[in-house]
């Protein structure tokens, strides 16, 4: 493996399967949305940066109802493999979302301390309803509960990059999920 790649080991879920997933919650996600929203009033996906933007992008495209994409940035405070339950709000939403049905989209539930304070933003934002959607869940660390209304995958406690996601800003653009392995 080249010096580029240093760090990551092996694949966890492929491109191929990550495709076929998002296809699948795309479908769920219009399906229980269709009857809620419309072109006046459509579904806000809110991309979670940095780490959703990828998946977001593929979701999006998987959806056959009306959307709105906002991105808000965050950033949680602590060293790269963990988070301190501290979220700072770097890029807010361009639009409000009162009334709106807003989508969370994440990368992964950790700690679950993000989302749990985004979903309390949101609702706080008197948003109409507050729906996450996570590709990853990684229930071994979960600090705090968060509900996921449409998840991608589970997985074990184990650092993952790609698709999206980094270990000090690195690998996010592999194309396939693998594992974080700091001496390979
Ligand atoms: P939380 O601990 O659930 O608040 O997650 C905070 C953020 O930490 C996530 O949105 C990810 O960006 C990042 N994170 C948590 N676990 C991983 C991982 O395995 N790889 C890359 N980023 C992660």
Redesign the pocket.
Known sequence: MGEALNGVGYVLLDRTKLEKRVRELGWAISEHYRSRVSPSSPLVVVS?LK?SFIFAADLVRALDIPVRIEFLGVR?YGDSTT?SGVVQVTQDLSHSVEEQDVLLV??????????AFLLEQMQSRRARTVGLCSLLN?PARAVVPVQIDFLGFTIED????GYG???AQRFRNLPDLCVFQEDT
């Open positions: 979670v780490g949680s988070s994440e990368d992964i539930v950790d700690t679950g301390l993000t989302s990684k184990l650092f993952v990059v996601l980094d270990a």
